[in-house]
């Protein structure tokens, strides 16, 4: 017959499931040593977000702040298609020249194919059609 040792623990040296009350909680040392009390969390509401509140304080729940505002033209450009899934695009832009003689030329194989361009000087919308 073999013999096995198991490591028992003492209770001051362990956090009791009794800290534990609701599912969601969560545990945190909310004061160091000796002994180390471990807390409690209890859940927060949909969608907040667990929060530091710095050194020495202990965690809390929060609502998420509002995300920052931001433009388009302050990400890459897109190097693909964008999908606008069937919806208007508001207040677009044409892409604009000078005049019908700066209309772009020469893309390599087929880029320019359905790009729009707008002459200034003549007030005329253009669409390529071939790219060779």
């Known amino acids: ?21 609701e599912i969601g909680d969560i545990i945190y040392c909310s004061a160091l040593g000796p002994p180390v009390v471990a807390s409690p969390l209890v859940h927060g509401n949909a969608a907040d977000v667990l929060t530091s509140q710095g050194n020495g304080a202990g965690p809390v729940w929060s609502v998420p702040a509002a995300p920052a505002a931001h433009t388009l033209n302050s990400h890459t450009a897109a190097n693909g298609a964008v999908d606008f899934n069937l919806q208007q695009a508001t207040d677009l832009v044409v892409m604009k020249v000078a005049a019908e003689a ?10 320019e194919v359905g790009q729009l361009c707008f002459a200034i000087s003549q007030l005329t919308l253009h669409v390529c059609t071939v790219d060779a």
Do not use: Q
């Open 1 to 21: 017959m073999a013999v096995i040792w198991k490591k028992l623990a003492y209770e001051i040296d362990v956090i009791k499931l009794s800290v534990m009350t």
């Open 102 to 111: 700066n209309l772009p030329v020469g893309g390599i194989g087929g880029e």
